[in-house]
């Protein structure tokens, strides 16, 4: 395992074809199953680990965003990682940027209104990955729906050579999306927020089974996420994979998505609806079978959990 701080070093290490996973650190299984993709199909697996400053959109966030390079390098290692590219911000920022990266109407809906500024400084920073990495292929978690679509479509319309892949939701044993936030959920917090995860399989069986109206798929959601008062919806939205657009019906790959906040803590979820022998199958992700790393001694929950 190399750990490097500049492109140029993390590219003369790079042998043969290169799988990238883009990270912000503090890693969870989500991320190490990026990695075991990467590794599946690539001779050589680079993880990037760079909390972006420009992708931050509420005060403090940034600051208080964990980090733990040592964790990280050990469990990317164990996942199959042959270099950790963890630059400083002269790497990634040198001096003052005149450029940024605007993808259009992709942002216009879900998370884009919410979190002004947001897509922006995300897009921003893949692109100069990506060119500074210069990857085969690079891995995306499908937990981040508007992510991926706005990261694919970027890639295409600038030309990016290699390919971007979606990789399905890693669940907690109990369906709850892992994400590093779930740590901050009280147990009762925590109850309460999988009937997130409740309603979007309610509301995935229901498009297997045929259903196709937007009202009846949302309803489904709303129909588990309504006996618990605590929750707070932002939205639940069934759109497009390609173009982020809302739909009436599913009539094309889709992915039902919806951020709540659970008291202090927001959490997005979603699934997928494939095309598949005329119909749709959903793509729920993969459960834990044991307890997340994310409550592990080096973990932010620090043993809860
Ligand atoms: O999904 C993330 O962790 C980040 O948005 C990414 C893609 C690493 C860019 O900073």
Known sequence: MRITKTFFETRLVATGEVGFVPTMGFLHEGHLALIEAARAANETVIMSLFVNPLQFDRDGDLARYPRDLERDVELAAAAGADVVFAPELEEMYPGE?????????????????????????????????????????????????????????????????????????VRESDGLALSSRNVFLSSQEREEALALNRGLMAAADAAEQGVRRTSELVGAVHGEIGTESNLSVEYVTLASQDLVEPLDELDRPAFLALAAWSGKTRLIDNVHLDEANGGFVADRGGRLETTSVLYGPGGPGGGRG
């Open 97 to 169: 940027q005149f450029t940024r990266v605007n993808v259009n109407r992709l942002s216009d809906e879900m998370e884009g209104p919410n979190r002004p500024g947001h897509f922006e400084g995300v897009a921003t920073v893949v692109a100069k990955l990506l060119a500074g990495v210069q990857p085969d292929r690079s891995y995306f978690g499908r937990k981040d729906a508007q992510q991926l679509a706005i990261v694919k479509r970027m890639a295409a319309d600038l030309s990016f050579p290699g390919s971007i892949i979606g990789v399905p939701i």
